[in-house]
């Protein structure tokens, strides 16, 4: 199952301002990060110097640092300073291939695959994210488990009567991910219930994988 357009690739708050984390959808990685000032971005994870993943670096204002060589990168993917020779005025052909990004759900969307045009990601209600569950699982057979109607990468189903939003990613041809999202304002009574539900799909899905 191959996905393309709007992915979901991580929950909001799990990527704080000045943090990065490295993901992957479709097998292709992408680091994400949020700049201090608490705008997200998505860009393929190589620093085009050494090949350094950029999700090992560190944000500086709206700036992203490789770990290797410290050069740094604004937020149009831009080299703009190279600490070995601080007066060089860089090539402007340095850069960081970046995707399409969006923020919509309680989610952080990358466009697929990179490169593509993007048109408007949807809007979708405000949503608190609850976990990011990563499944060793293709992306159908997980699907399937869930009993629910895809539309696009999102799933709607209800658990112990709280309305759950689901974006599911495609990690690999074997692995997946799925980013669970619940309404805000949901008590937190109601959270240790829904976390057990993840842990009891996570193990359902992967004991059907162990025997296929």
Known sequence: ???TGWVPVALSKMIEPGTSAGVVAEGAEIVVWRDTSGTAHAWEDR???RGMKMSFGFVRGDHIACLYHGWEYDESGTCQYIPAHPDLEVPKSIC???YGVAESGGMIWAHLPLGSE???ASELPVMEGLRSLYLDA???DVIAALGAERTGSMIAIEHAGVALRIGVQAVSERRSALHIT???GTPD????????W???LRRQVEAREAVA
């Open 1 to 3: 199952m191959t996905q």
């Open 198 to 200: 993840c842990e009891a």
């Open 182 to 184: 619940l309404p805000e």
């Open 47 to 49: 620093c085009p110097h």
């Open 118 to 120: 993007p048109a408007a």
């Open 138 to 140: 293709p992306l159908a």
């Open 96 to 98: 960081v291939a970046r």
């Open 189 to 196: 009574s109601a959270k240790p219930m829904l976390l057990d």
